[in-house]
């Protein structure tokens, strides 16, 4: 079974210090990664995509299947930026995601 | 697009009561699902649905847990009898069979006391 693991339950770092969240995961075929925000009461929302190669608000995150991991990443992170971060992997042709257990980024002024 | 829309916002019940959470996917998506979000667990999924039909429970916690689709704008999940251990975040998501993302709900917030 597919497992996505996030180690940093708390982040901080400052405003305009770089940003990584940590994201690895485990599965034997070849998934398809995502990063998912969740901004202060609100809904969950797509941030980007693996298969997307994209950089949405600064944040960007390569695959690297060597160390099967999918680290976010934004070289000055900004106080918006603070909200909940989730990684999730979708199996094969699976509909489901399965979702790591979350990252709270807090960026200090 | 209004989005996913889930009612109630917020749900407070006593333990024993039974709880109804309902779902409108996006127009047009023919894949739903339902997580679960706690402090403690993050996401977990219970179920999910393509083309109305469950396709995988396996993340519903016990009997006591219950989802339906009679059709494809409208999904519930029934918790009875309803316990202080259920109080959680509940997501509703859908997205369109293929390869696209999935689109979230603002949740229903229950408590339970």
């Known amino acids: 079974a597919q497992r996505v693991t996030q180690p940093e339950k708390l982040l901080s770092v400052f405003k305009g210090a770089p940003v990584e969240l940590k994201c690895n995961y485990s599965?034997?075929?070849?998934?398809?990664l995502f990063w998912y925000v969740q901004y202060s009461r609100q809904r969950l929302q797509l941030l980007l995509r693996?298969?997307s190669r994209e950089s949405i608000k600064g944040f960007t995150a390569d695959l690297n299947k060597g160390e099967t991991s999918f680290h976010l990443k934004k070289p000055f992170a900004q106080e918006e930026d603070s909200a909940m971060y989730y990684c999730a992997l979708r199996p094969g042709s699976a509909r489901q995601l399965t979702f790591g257990s979350g990252t709270q980024l807090t960026v200090l002024p | 697009d209004a989005g996913v829309i889930q009612s109630p916002r917020h749900e407070v019940t006593e333990m024993g009561q039974e709880v109804t959470l309902r779902c409108k996917p996006i127009s047009g998506h023919n894949s739903l699902f339902w997580y679960r979000q706690t402090m403690m667990r993050g996401l977990e999924l219970l179920i999910y649905?393509?083309?109305?039909?469950?396709?995988?429970d396996s993340g519903m916690p016990e009997d006591r847990f219950s989802a339906k689709m009679p059709n494809a704008s409208f999904s519930t999940l029934k918790i009875q009898p309803s316990e202080p251990r259920d109080s959680a975040v509940y997501f509703c998501?859908?997205?369109?069979?293929?390869?696209?993302?999935?689109?979230f709900g603002n949740g229903t917030r229950l408590t339970v006391t």
């Open positions: 599965y034997s075929g070849s998934p398809e």
């Open positions: 649905f393509n083309n109305n039909v469950p396709i995988d």
């Open positions: 693996h298969i």
């Open positions: 998501a859908s997205s369109l069979l293929g390869d696209s993302p999935l689109h």
